[in-house]
C-alpha cells in the first residue's frame, strides 16, 4: 500500500522532531552522573510517564488490541498485580538504591554477596534484555513490512538508527525527555483511532450498545477467578504471578531502574512508580477497548478471512485457491447471518440472539483456524516446490562446486531459507489493527498512528539498548579494570557501549521470526528469567543468613530448571516468575547448613 503525502509528512515530522529534540535537549553531557543517571533532576511526572513508555512498545499497541480482537478483555487481568508491585518497590527497592546510590541494580548485590553473584545477575539481565531490544524493533518491522510492503531490514536498520542517535548523543536523559513526547503522541493517537472508531460503527449503534454487542460474542469476559492451569489469564495469575512479573521487572530490570534512579528524590521516584501504577492498568483497559471497537465495527462491515494480504495472496494462487474460496463463502454467509443479528439486537434484549450470536461467532472463528491451516499448507507446498527444483539443480551442477553456475544456485537455496522463515505466516492478530488503520483511517490519522507505532518501539528501545550499555559499563567493563577510570572515560565507554548494543538490537530484529503472539513473546522470554532475578534480590533484602556461594549455586541450577520447564510447557508462562523466584530462594535457604559445614571442614 501507498502512503499519501500526508500521511507522510506527519509521520517524518513527528518522528524526526523527537530525536532531534532529544539530541538538541540533552547535547553536551559528559560527567557520569549527568549521562547514566539524568543528572538527579527528573521530575516524579516525567519519571511515571518515562516508566511508562519503556514499558509500552509497538508490540502493546499491535498485539493487545489483536489480542482483544480475538479473545476479548480478559488479557487486562495480566495487569493486576501491577500496582501492588509498586508498593513494595517504593517501600523495600527505592530506599535501598537511593541509600547505596547505586548506577545499577546489581550493584547492590555484589556488597551484599560477591563480584560473582553480581556478574551472573547482570549477565542474565544483558540475555533476555538484549533479546527483547531486538524484538521490540522486529515487532513493527515485520509487520509494516507485510502490510505496506516496506523492505524489513530496511526498516529495521531505520529504527534501530533513530533510536541510536540521540540515546548515544544524551544517554539517560535523553531516553527519559524523548519518552514524555513519544506517550504524548502515543495517547493522542490512541484517542484518535477510539473516537474513529466509534464514529465509523453504525449511527443508530451508541457506545453502550457497542459493549453489549461484544460482550454476546464474549468479548467482554473481563474476570476469571478459575485456578485453571491452562488458563494463561485469570485473576489469580494476574494478581500472583503478575505481581511477581512486576516486581522483577520494574524493581529489577535496570532499563526500567535506570528511569526511577533519574528522579531528584526517593519522593519522586516513589510517586513516579505510583502514578505508574495507577494509570497502566486503565491504559491498557483503553488499548484492549480499542481493540474491541474495531471487532465491532467489524460485525457491520466485512472482515477478511486472514488478515495478512500477502498469506491470503499465496493461497489463492496455490492448489488450495478452491478450499480457500470455499472458506471464504463460508464466513461471508456467515457475516451476513451475524450482521442481521447484531442489527436486531440493536433494536431489542432478547437473550436466544445472543446466544445465536455467541454460536456464530464460534463458527468463525473455527473458518479463521481452518485458513490459517490452509495457508500454512499453501505456504509450505511452495517453499517445498522451490527446495526441490534448487535441489535438484545444484545436483546436476555437482561435479563443478566452484563454477559461478554453482555458487548461484548455492546463493539462491541460501535466499530461500530465509524467505521461508519470514513468509511462512498464518497468525494474523497482530496485524489487525495496522490493516483497519490503512483501509478505514482518513488521511493524516494514518500518519499520526503509524508515528505512534514507530514512537513506541523507539521509546522501549532506547530504554533497553540505554539499560544495556549501562550493564555492561558498570557491572562489567568498569568492575573489571585493574584502576580506576576517570568519568570522562566511562561516559565515552558508555557510549560506545549504546552503539554496539544498538547495533545488536537491529542484528537481532534482522534475524527475529514472527512467534504466535508478539506480546506474548516478549513477555515469555522475561518470565523465563526474572522469576530468578528477583528471588536472588528477595534473598539479598529479607535473608541476611544466606551468603554468596548458596545464592551463586542456586540461581545456576533454578536457571537451567526453569528453562526446562518452559521448554516442556509445565505451567502457563506468567507461573514461571512465582515458580523461579520461590525455586532459588528455596535451593540457597537449603544449601546454606551444608555449604557453611563445608567451609568449617575445610578451615
Same mark, same amino acid.
Given at each position: 500500500m501507498q502512503l499519501n503525502w500526508i500521511d507522510w509528512a506527519v509521520l517524518a515530522i513527528t518522528l524526526l522532531s523527537i530525536v532531534g529534540y532529544g539530541t538538541w535537549k540533552t547535547r553536551g553531557r559528559n560527567s557520569a552522573q549527568d549521562y547514566i543517571k539524568g543528572g538527579n533532576s527528573t521530575k516524579w511526572w516525567t519519571v511515571g510517564l518515562s516508566v511508562m513508555a519503556t514499558q509500552a512498545s509497538a508490540i502493546t499497541f499491535l498485539s493487545t488490541t489483536g489480542q482483544a480482537f480475538s479473545d476479548g478483555m480478559g488479557f487486562v487481568q495480566f495487569y493486576f498485580g501491577l500496582p501492588i508491585a509498586m508498593v513494595v518497590i517504593c517501600m523495600v527497592f527505592i530506599p535501598l538504591y537511593h541509600k547505596l546510590k547505586v548506577y545499577t541494580a546489581y550493584e547492590f548485590l555484589e556488597s551484599r554477596f560477591d563480584l560473582k553473584t553480581r556478574t551472573l545477575t547482570a549477565i542474565l539481565f544483558l540475555i533476555q534484555r538484549g533479546l527483547a531490544a531486538g524484538i521490540t524493533i522486529f515487532a513493527p518491522a515485520i509487520i509494516l513490512s507485510v502490510v505496506l510492503?516496506?523492505?524489513?531490514?530496511?526498516?529495521?536498520?531505520?529504527?534501530?538508527?533513530?533510536?541510536?542517535?540521540?540515546?548515544?548523543?544524551?544517554?539517560?536523559?535523553?531516553?527519559?525527555?524523548?519518552?514524555?513526547?513519544?506517550?504524548?503522541?502515543?495517547?493522542?493517537?490512541?484517542?484518535?483511532?477510539?473516537?474513529?472508531?466509534?464514529?465509523?460503527?453504525?449511527?443508530?449503534?451508541?457506545?453502550?450498545?457497542?459493549?453489549?454487542?461484544?460482550?454476546?460474542?464474549?468479548?467482554?469476559?473481563?474476570?476469571?477467578?478459575?485456578?485453571?492451569?491452562?488458563?494463561?489469564?485469570?485473576?489469580?495469575?494476574?494478581?500472583?504471578?503478575?505481581?511477581?512479573?512486576?516486581?522483577?521487572?520494574?524493581?529489577?530490570?535496570?532499563? =526500567?531502574? =535506570?528511569?526511577?534512579?533519574?528522579?531528584?528524590?526517593?519522593?519522586?521516584?516513589?510517586?513516579?512508580?505510583?502514578?505508574?501504577?495507577?494509570?497502566?492498568?486503565?491504559? =491498557?483497559?483503553?488499548?484492549?477497548?480499542?481493540?474491541?471497537?474495531?471487532?465491532?465495527?467489524?460485525?457491520?462491515?466485512?472482515p477478511p478471512l486472514n488478515f495478512i494480504d500477502s498469506s491470503t495472496?499465496?493461497?489463492?494462487?496455490?492448489?488450495?485457491?478452491?478450499?480457500?474460496?470455499?472458506?471464504?463463502?463460508?464466513?461471508?454467509?456467515?457475516?451476513?447471518?451475524?450482521?442481521?443479528?447484531?442489527?436486531?439486537?440493536?433494536?431489542?434484549?432478547?437473550?436466544?440472539?445472543?446466544?445465536?450470536?455467541? =454460536?456464530?461467532?464460534?463458527?468463525?472463528?473455527?473458518?479463521?483456524?481452518?485458513?490459517?491451516?490452509?495457508?500454512?499448507?499453501?505456504?509450505d507446498t511452495a517453499y517445498a516446490n522451490k527446495y526441490d527444483r534448487i535441489s535438484n539443480e545444484l545436483l546436476v551442477l555437482n561435479n563443478d562446486k566452484n563454477s559461478i553456475a554453482y555458487k548461484e544456485k548455492e546463493a539462491e537455496l541460501i535466499s530461500w531459507y530465509k524467505e521461508s522463515a519470514k513468509d511462512t505466516k498464518t497468525n494474523d492478530r497482530d496485524y489487525m489493527f495496522i490493516t483497519f488503520i490503512l483501509k478505514y483511517l482518513p488521511k493524516g490519522l494514518i500518519g499520526l498512528l503509524l508515528a505512534v507505532i514507530l514512537s513506541a518501539a523507539m521509546s522501549s528501545t532506547a530504554s533497553e539498548i540505554n539499560a544495556l550499555a549501562t550493564i555492561t559499563s558498570i557491572d562489567l567493563y568498569g568492575r573489571s579494570l585493574k584502576e580506576n577510570k576517570d568519568e570522562k572515560h566511562m561516559v565515552n565507554a558508555t557510549k560506545i557501549f549504546t552503539l554496539i548494543w544498538g547495533i545488536i538490537a537491529i542484528v537481532i530484529a534482522c534475524f527475529a521470526n514472527l512467534a504466535e503472539n508478539l506480546i506474548q513473546l516478549v513477555n515469555i522470554i522475561g518470565s523465563i528469567f526474572y522469576g530468578n532475578v528477583l528471588g536472588i534480590f528477595l534473598l539479598a533484602f529479607f535473608f541476611k543468613h544466606i551468603k554468596a556461594n548458596a545464592v551463586f549455586t542456586a540461581a545456576i541450577i533454578t536457571q537451567i530448571i526453569v528453562i526446562i520447564g518452559w521448554w516442556f510447557d509445565w505451567m502457563p508462562y506468567l507461573w514461571l516468575n512465582l515458580f523461579g523466584c520461590a525455586l532459588v530462594m528455596l535451593i540457597a535457604i537449603t544449601l546454606q547448613p551444608f555449604i557453611r559445614i563445608k567451609n568449617i571442614t575445610h578451615v
Open positions: 510492503g516496506w523492505n524489513i531490514t530496511y526498516l529495521n536498520i531505520a529504527i534501530g538508527i533513530l533510536v541510536i542517535i540521540y540515546t548515544v548523543s544524551g544517554g539517560t536523559k535523553a531516553v527519559t525527555v524523548t519518552q514524555k513526547q513519544q506517550m504524548f503522541v502515543i495517547f493522542a493517537g490512541m484517542l484518535a483511532a477510539l473516537f474513529i472508531t466509534l464514529n465509523l460503527i453504525p449511527d443508530d449503534v451508541s457506545f453502550t450498545k457497542a459493549i453489549d454487542i461484544a460482550g454476546s460474542n464474549g468479548r467482554m469476559e473481563i474476570l476469571d477467578f478459575s485456578f485453571d492451569l491452562e488458563n494463561r489469564y485469570t485473576v489469580w495469575s494476574g494478581l500472583i504471578g503478575g505481581t511477581f512479573l512486576a516486581l522483577a521487572y520494574f524493581g529489577t530490570d535496570q532499563s =526500567q531502574v =535506570q528511569r526511577y534512579l533519574s528522579a531528584k528524590s526517593v519522593k519522586e521516584m516513589q510517586m513516579g512508580l505510583i502514578f505508574n501504577g495507577l494509570l497502566k492498568v486503565p491504559m =491498557q483497559f483503553f488499548i484492549l477497548l480499542v481493540g474491541i471497537m474495531v471487532f465491532v465495527f467489524y460485525q457491520f462491515n466485512p495472496k499465496a493461497v489463492l494462487t496455490s492448489k488450495y485457491s478452491q478450499e480457500y474460496q470455499t472458506l471464504q463463502e463460508k464466513q461471508n454467509t456467515l457475516f451476513n447471518n451475524k450482521k442481521a443479528i447484531t442489527l436486531e439486537l440493536t433494536k431489542t434484549d432478547d437473550n436466544n440472539l445472543r446466544q445465536e450470536l455467541f =454460536q456464530l461467532d464460534s463458527i468463525e472463528k473455527t473458518y479463521r483456524q481452518e485458513s490459517k491451516y490452509l495457508i500454512k499448507r499453501a505456504i
